[in-house]
Nanobody, 124 residues
Framework: EVQLVESGGGLVQPGGSLRLSCAASGFSRDDYAIGWFRQAPGKEREGVSCIRSNDGSRYYADSVKGRFTISSDNAQNTVYLQMNSLKPEDTAVYYC?????????????????WGQGTQVTVSS
């Protein structure tokens, strides 16, 4: 059973940075993808980014492109989301997700397994 545990959320001022971590375990295959979604109060859930384990391909939503970077440490089975130049509109609960690498592309992100979420608040 795949399990995902997020950490690293918190309160940060506009223009600041945070790094989210997603510790993953239980994969039975080595060709999967890890993604990040977020949901702000009163808004629909939004895909943020994803990374494939097999070829390292990365994809980003237009709203975060150039500010957020997804990376992976395969030895630690951990995926990171480095968030820079944060804006108040980035405030949301951020969820780590996992699924087949086929679902990580410019057209979407994996949704098969979800973590519990971590709150990110950008406010002065």
């Amino acid at each position: 059973e795949v399990q995902l545990v997020e950490s690293g959320g918190g309160l940060v001022q506009p223009g600041g940075s945070l790094r989210l971590s997603c510790a993953a375990s239980g994969f039975s295959r080595d060709d999967y993808a890890i993604g990040w979604f977020r949901q702000a109060p009163g808004k629909e859930r939004e895909g943020v980014s994803c990374i494939r384990s097999n070829d390292g391909s990365r994809y980003y939503a237009d709203s975060v492109k150039g500010r957020f970077t997804i990376s992976s440490d395969n030895a630690q089975n951990t995926v990171y989301l480095q968030m820079n130049s944060l804006k108040p509109e980035d405030t949301a609960v951020y969820y780590c997700t996992a699924g087949s690498w086929l679902y990580c592309s410019a057209n979407g992100y994996p949704k098969h397994v979800w973590g519990q979420g971590t709150q990110v608040t950008v406010s002065s």
